[in-house]
């Protein structure tokens, strides 16, 4: 199926677009597309893995003076800029080297689908946890996590059933805040995340409600509408009810499952774990959306259940109901690197079967030979 995205966003248009038409221009002409959209996953991770590092358990920024050293922020506010215009200039560059395939339309928007959490789980170093006077509870976290990870379903839902990606306003102002959190942190230090701004609020407090606000009022109603007109129009691709909820099956249970989790776990797993827990929760979703695109792309129908359901509903039911015990932390530990793993293996396999099908490599702009 042809490509199609639209884009309404005025921040988008009038700001960034003009930004990256000039910034497109510098970039070679013999660069794979695929090597942008890579890059800038590549920079998310490290600055992941590299936060991790001074903030395993989100308590580095709660102290006065953070634990975290400046140049670290500096260095995310860097990174987050850079992936933002790869991830932005990837589909011009395409384009401007008539390289456009269904490989690289399912590459970018697959490793956004992962990229989407690694932000949110960034970002959640520079409020730090609740620890009795600042910072947000890990509870908290796993909800506006969850959140915007269904702002993400949402739209690649939306293009299951109407065929056109309809660009989520959120994306390109959650990057600017993003990088304005990260420098104002790294030019005010943590302490700014710890003082009320208005009327006793926080401003964490005051983004967690505008990020609900957005998705309940804003990305929500539009995706249900963009839907609706599409049926009035009788361009749906799917006629019947069950075929265009069948996508939001495997996500929604997935949510009760790793919710039923949080809520009954007997040694509090996400208390304990959060960096674990929630890294194991954005891969997870990130494998399910992959499906759903690819299906979406293919034209295909999604299976009704994501094989990820059946283990962790076993691993679930062994922690909440105590058999595990004192082993919850460590099956934890274990079925995420199982997830990661598989992800991974995943998103290698489907590479090259696509790379093999279209005749193309995925990092290189040469065609193959004909065997």
Excluded at 50 to 65: Q, R
Excluded at 73 to 80: D, G, I, K
Excluded at 245 to 254: D, E, G, I, Y
Excluded at 272 to 280: I, N, S, T
């Amino acid at each position: 199926s042809q490509y199609s995205a639209v884009d309404t966003n005025p921040l988008s248009v009038y700001i960034m677009q003009p930004i990256w038409n000039k910034i497109i221009k510098i970039v070679p002409l013999w660069i794979a597309p695929n090597l942008l959209t890579f890059s800038g996953f590549v920079m998310i991770l490290f600055n992941y893995f590299l936060i991790s590092f001074y903030d395993w358990d989100y308590t580095a920024s709660g102290t006065s003076p953070g634990l975290v050293p400046t140049w670290v922020w500096l260095f995310s506010a860097f990174t987050t800029f850079c992936a933002y215009a790869l991830d932005s200039i990837d589909g011009k560059h395409a384009r401007r080297t008539q390289s456009s395939t269904p490989l690289g339309e399912l590459f970018d928007h697959g490793l956004d689908s992962w990229a989407t959490s690694i932000f949110v789980l960034s970002f959640f170093s520079v409020c730090s946890r609740d620890n009795g006077k600042t910072g947000v509870s890990v509870y908290t976290m796993y909800i506006y996590l969850s959140i915007v990870l269904f702002n993400f379903m949402c739209s690649h839902w939306e293009k299951y059933n109407t065929g056109v990606l309809f660009l989520p306003w959120g994306y390109d102002i959650s990057q600017v805040v993003l990088i304005a959190a990260y420098l104002l942190t790294s030019a005010l230090g943590v302490e700014v995340w710890q003082k009320p701004l208005l009327l006793g609020y926080y401003i964490t407090d005051i983004l967690v409600i505008l990020l609900i606000g957005f998705s309940l009022f804003l990305s929500f109603p539009q995706t249900l509408y963009n839907i609706h007109r599409a049926h009035l129009k009788k361009t749906l691709k799917n006629d019947s009810l069950y075929e265009g909820l069948l996508p939001l099956v495997s996500p929604l249970l997935l949510f009760v499952l790793l919710t039923v989790w949080v809520v009954l776990s007997p040694s509090n797993i996400l208390a304990k774990q959060p960096r674990l827990f929630l890294w194991m929760v954005g891969v997870a979703f990130s494998n399910v959306i992959c499906k759903v695109i690819i299906c979406q792309m293919s034209g295909t129908r999604p299976e009704l259940f994501h094989w990820f359901l059946f283990p962790l509903a076993l691993v679930v039911y062994a922690a909440i109901s105590g058999l595990l015990g004192w082993m919850e932390e460590a099956v934890l530990a274990m079925f995420t690197a199982l997830v990661t793993a598989a992800h991974v293996h995943y998103g290698v396999c489907v590479g090259r079967q696509l790379s093999e099908h279209f005749n193309i490599y995925i990092f290189s702009l040469k065609k193959r030979i004909q065997e």
